[in-house]
Each structure stands twice: as structure tokens, then as C-alpha cells.
């Protein structure tokens, strides 16, 4: 069985090495082009162009798949079957119909919940407790092909973004392995989805990454995680753009507002501690545990509360 990896990000190496470690015949890769990270803009390989250079995989990439220069170069490799994860591109028709056993993808969510790009952050800055990961076949629409199968994976308080798309790439490809030789006879189910119970799950915009300490303390504290650590949440202070990174989970002693704190609108800093920097929330107050200040390095809150010497009163954003 001739297979085709696509993917970009760490999500899907998991999944390519199983596929390497369980002898399948990955005839090349494809992945997103080179990009500028980091202050410098050094161009850098993604994450699986990485991995695969490593095992000494044909990598490909195009720009765009759907352009004639990247369908030929598909067409080329003439795959039984495709495999994506986390591509971040949408497969045309033309590739589609490609491979006799179909195109699988691993996606990040309890289909027919959270399609699209972003559905790890989206369920963890919604506040669900259970995510998962779906096998299905590849269809026209965004996440819309029917499902094979599916497993479910708890989240903690304690979990970010970081640590769900680490559980989620192990599950995705235990899910993969366990079901390939089903797929090679022909003989895996296909679950349609019902299409009346989606929820849509874009790619995060600097909106997304704004603050509104008039949401509830669970709410801000469920965002923080949630974009931890792609972008970070971000509020301001003295006029300059202020990262929150990490919050402490919203206790009962939370909710409790002492009466002089009553007359201080959300995004008032309330006090500083050992523990971070209290800040008065729409219905209550939560505790930001590390910072950013602009222009400078991630730190504990305490640590920067220390050094700023911050007044009770002072308002973010």
C-alpha cells in the first residue's frame, strides 16, 4: 500500500512515525512551505519536513496543493492512499479522487464538533472538559467526510493548548494504526455525519487573543490556556501590549470581592502577592500567575510585581 503523509505542524508527527514503525510504504511528504519564525525571521522547516528529512523521506512542497504545479507533483507519487493531519491546506477534488483506498485525515475533535483550524484551542477556551480525535475520510467540505472512528480525551484544568496537542497527536495516531489494516482490506465503516450538529472552529485572529476582564474569571482563565503556547492572551498596561500567559484556576476565594474593591471597574489590578497579580474580572477576580511586559521576557507575575511596583487601582486594558 502506497501512502502519502501530509501535515505540517508537531500534531502530525506522531501520526507519520507510526506509519514508518509499522513498516507502511510512505512513498513522500507533503507539507507546508518553509517559514520566517522568531524576531530574527529565520526561515525554518516545519515540524514534519523536519522528521522526515530525518528518516530520508521525499518531501514535497507546494505553495498551494490546488495550483497545476502542486496537483502534478501529487499525481506523481500516484498514492494508494492519503494521510493527512494538520496539513493546513484543503485537498481539491482532483487529489482527492487520487487514491483507490481514499484520503484519511486525523482530525483534533469530536467530529461533527469544532471543524476547522483551530479546534483544540476553540474546545479549551470554550471550557468543554472532553475533546478527542476523529479518523474519517476526507470529503469536498471543511471536516465534513464520513467518520470511521473515534476516541475520547479528558481535559484538565491544569491543561493548555501545548499539553492537548501533545495528548491529542499520541491518541490520533494510536487511532490511525489501529484502523489502517481495515482500511487497506476495504473494510472500515463510514459514519456519515450529522451535519445539524457542527460547530465551526476558525483559526485564531489577534481579536481572539484580546482580554475582556468583563468576562467571568473561568472565562478569562479558560482563553489564557487556550492560547498557551501558540500566541498568549494579551491586555494592555501603561499603553504597552501585556502578555498573560498562565492564570491560577478560579477558586471560591475568587469570587469573593472585599468591599473595597467593589468600586473598581474589571481590569483594575486589585493586589499583588506571592502568588501574581490579582485583577478584578467581570465577576470576581482571578490571579495572573506569568506575564509578559513588552519588550521583555515571560516571567512570574510575582516576580514582575515585584520589580514594577504596581498600585492597587492600575487598569489593564
Known amino acids: 500500500m502506497r501512502i502519502l503523509f501530509m501535515g505540517t505542524p508537531q500534531f502530525a508527527v506522531p501520526s507519520l512515525n507510526l506509519l514508518l514503525e509499522q513498516g507502511y510504504d510512505v512513498a513522500a511528504v507533503v507539507t507546508q512551505p518553509d517559514r520566517p519564525v522568531g524576531r530574527k525571521r529565520e526561515l525554518t522547516p516545519p515540524p514534519v519536513k523536519a522528521f522526515a528529512l530525518e528518516r530520508g523521506l521525499t518531501v514535497l512542497q507546494p505553495e498551494k496543493l490546488r495550483s497545476p504545479e502542486g496537483v502534478a507533483a501529487v499525481t506523481a507519487v500516484a498514492p494508494e492512499l492519503i494521510v493527512t493531519a494538520a496539513y493546513g491546506q484543503i485537498l481539491p477534488k482532483s487529489v482527492l479522487d487520487l487514491p483507490r483506498l481514499g484520503c484519511l485525515n486525523v482530525h483534533g475533535s469530536l467530529l461533527p464538533r469544532y471543524r476547522g483550524g483551530a479546534p483544540i484551542q476553540r474546545s479549551i477556551i470554550n471550557g468543554e472538559t472532553v475533546t478527542g480525535v476523529t479518523l474519517m475520510y476526507m ?7 464520513d467518520m470511521i ?9 491544569e491543561d493548555t493548548s501545548g499539553t492537548m496537542f501533545d495528548k491529542l497527536s499520541i ?3 494510536r487511532l490511525l494504526g489501529e484502523w489502517l489494516p481495515r482500511i487497506a482490506a476495504g ?5 456519515p455525519q450529522r451535519h445539524e450538529d457542527s460547530t465551526y472552529a476558525p483559526n485564531l485572529s489577534r481579536d481572539d487573543e484580546r ?4 468576562a467571568t474569571s473561568r472565562e478569562l482563565f ?5 492560547l498557551n503556547p501558540m500566541a498568549g492572551g494579551f491586555t494592555q498596561l501603561n499603553g504597552e501590549v501585556f502578555k498573560v500567559w498562565r492564570c491560577e484556576v478560579p477558586t471560591a476565594e475568587d469570587a469573593e470581592v472585599k468591599p473595597a474593591w467593589t468600586a473598581m471597574p474589571p ?4 493586589e ?8 478584578r474580572t467581570g465577576d470576581g477576580s482571578l490571579v495572573l500567575a506569568e506575564v509578559q511586559p513588552a519588550g521583555k521576557k515571560a516571567l512570574s507575575a510575582a516576580e514582575y510585581a515585584r520589580g514594577a511596583r504596581l498600585a492597587p487601582g492600575t487598569l489593564l486594558g
Open 171 to 173: 491518541a490520533g495516531a
Open 211 to 214: 482580554l475582556d476582564w468583563n
Open 139 to 145: 470529503a469536498e467540505g471543511l471536516d465534513t467526510g
Open 187 to 191: 473494510e472500515a465503516p463510514r459514519v
Open 272 to 279: 499583588t502577592n506571592a502568588r501574581g497579580i490579582r485583577v
Open 222 to 226: 479558560n482563553r489564557v490556556r487556550g
Open 149 to 157: 472512528a473515534s476516541i475520547e480525551v479528558p481535559i484538565a484544568d
Open 267 to 270: 481590569g483594575s489590578i486589585l
